[in-house]
């Protein structure tokens, strides 16, 4: 009897509960299923869904009138250009810092950093496209910052979202420049730091600042903004942190 009575408890939460839409860029798809849980531990009646996309596409969206009420981006730009423009309740705020790895399938003499991506054998290098993804943009500083752009313009492959970038490097290209945080992921665990993945020298590029920001959706909405402090608080950047985030 008691079985029962909680069975129809937990079937009228389910029923009843408020759901909310998250715009998400795609590097955070590694650690937002672990924040999604945390989240909905603290508030059953709150049932969360996430809508991935590189940050650009998912601001075109916003724009366009998608019902998203909280915006996490891949960097502070496009959360800014939307608060600019009034599509966002109030200003954003970083919420975590994203950096960048090198990665292969196979094992590498990584001790040669980025110039690794002029050897020969390498005929192509997965990177976001820096047009639409914060990370193609921290990527193609980094590639421009060791001097290699001439040399190896040819070998790139541009992903869509980071999230495409790391699937070209398991199946289209010979190495990948991609979200540090990916290589915290369960299927990533395999894979050996300095055999098949470095973190890329932080001083090829700019750490990307992560902006989050709540949209005019979201106003007056309740559980919208209990997700956004959520976002914000020391429970969820320990998430972060276990996914290689820093901040």
């Given at each position: 009897m008691f079985k029962f009575i909680l069975m129809l408890l937990l079937l009228s939460v389910s029923l009843f509960a408020e759901r909310i839409t998250i715009a998400?860029?795609?590097?955070?798809?590694?650690?937002?299923?672990?924040?999604?849980?945390?989240?909905?531990?603290?508030?059953p009646q709150i049932k969360?869904?996430?809508?991935?996309?590189?940050?650009?596409?998912?601001?075109?969206?916003?724009?366009?009138?998608?019902?998203?009420?909280?915006?996490?981006?891949?960097?502070?730009?496009y959360p800014e250009a939307l608060f600019?423009?009034?599509?966002?309740?109030?200003?954003?705020?970083?919420?975590?810092?994203?950096?960048?790895?090198?990665?292969?399938?196979?094992?590498?003499?990584?001790s040669q950093g980025i110039l690794l991506l002029k050897d020969k054998n390498i005929?192509?290098?997965?990177?976001?496209?820096?047009?639409?993804?914060?990370?193609?943009?921290?990527?193609?500083?980094?590639?421009?910052?060791?001097?290699?752009?001439?040399?190896?313009?040819?070998?790139?492959?541009?992903?869509?979202?980071?999230?495409q970038t790391l699937s070209y490097a398991f199946t289209a290209t010979d190495i990948g420049l991609i979200a540090k945080a990916s290589m915290y992921s369960e299927k990533m665990k395999d894979y050996k730091e300095n055999i098949h993945w470095i973190s890329l020298d932080p001083s090829l590029y700019t750490i990307i600042n992560q902006g989050i920001v709540l949209l005019k959706?979201?106003?007056?909405?309740e559980s919208y903004k209990a997700f956004y402090n959520f976002i914000l608080s020391t429970e969820a950047k320990q998430i972060f942190k276990k996914y290689g985030y820093t901040l």
């Open positions: 998400v860029a795609a590097n955070v798809s590694y650690a937002i299923n672990e924040l999604k849980a945390e989240f909905e531990k603290h508030n969360v869904r996430i809508v991935f996309g590189s940050s650009g596409k998912l601001t075109a969206q916003i724009r366009n009138g998608a019902p998203y009420g909280v915006f996490m981006s891949a960097n502070m730009k600019k423009d009034g599509l966002a309740v109030k200003k954003p705020t970083v919420y975590t810092e994203g950096t960048l790895a090198l990665f292969s399938l196979k094992p590498r003499d990584f005929r192509r290098i997965a990177i976001a496209n820096p047009k639409t993804a914060p990370y193609g943009t921290a990527a193609m500083q980094a590639i421009k910052s060791a001097g290699l752009y001439q040399d190896i313009e040819s070998k790139l492959v541009y992903g869509e979202s980071i999230s959706y979201s106003e007056n909405i």
